[in-house]
């Protein structure tokens, strides 16, 4: 039994080490990667914690023609789809306040909020299409704007 109290002594020893080293390891990353930051308000770059607004989008219900019978189910589908897109984005604009460079915004809600739009509405626009008149410029009401 005397010989397994140092084996176990130097397990300790080695565990305990590689733990601290692991700590120093976060904390080395941790202060390299806030260095370039200030604590200082007022830059350029600056975040506020104010309201960060609400998405509109244009209605696309109130633009479309007459829809036939037998495309009324998928057009309401993809319109409910088209609100809870808006409302996601509502949601992340919330979520993310404070993130983010100037543009963060228009490149992580926004754009893809767009390209989420343009599918949908085309989805619209072809379950009209199959049975009447496919319609024309809707993709011009993808596009959302950011209301403070």
Do not use: H, W
Not at 44 to 59: E, F, I, K, N, Q
Not at 112 to 118: A, G, S, T, W
Not at 130 to 145: F, I, Y
């Amino acid at each position: 039994m005397s010989r397994a109290l140092p084996k176990y002594s130097k397990r300790r020893v080695g565990l305990a080490g590689g733990a601290a080293a692991v700590a120093l390891t976060g904390a080395v990353i941790a202060g390299t990667a806030l260095a370039g930051e200030s604590s200082e308000g007022g830059g350029a770059d600056a975040r506020t914690l104010a309201g960060p607004g609400t998405v509109s989008c244009p209605d696309v219900a109130s633009r479309l023609p007459a829809i036939p019978a037998s495309a009324q189910d998928e057009v309401t589908r993809n319109l409910q789809q088209l609100d809870q897109q808006v409302a996601e984005a509502n949601k992340r604009l919330v979520d993310t306040v404070g993130q983010g460079g100037p543009d963060f915004v228009q490149n992580a809600i926004l754009g893809p909020l767009e390209d989420k739009r343009i599918a949908t509405v085309n989805r619209i626009a072809t379950a009209i299409g199959r049975t009447a008149d496919r319609p024309a410029g809707l993709d011009s009401l993808a596009a959302c704007t950011l209301t403070k």
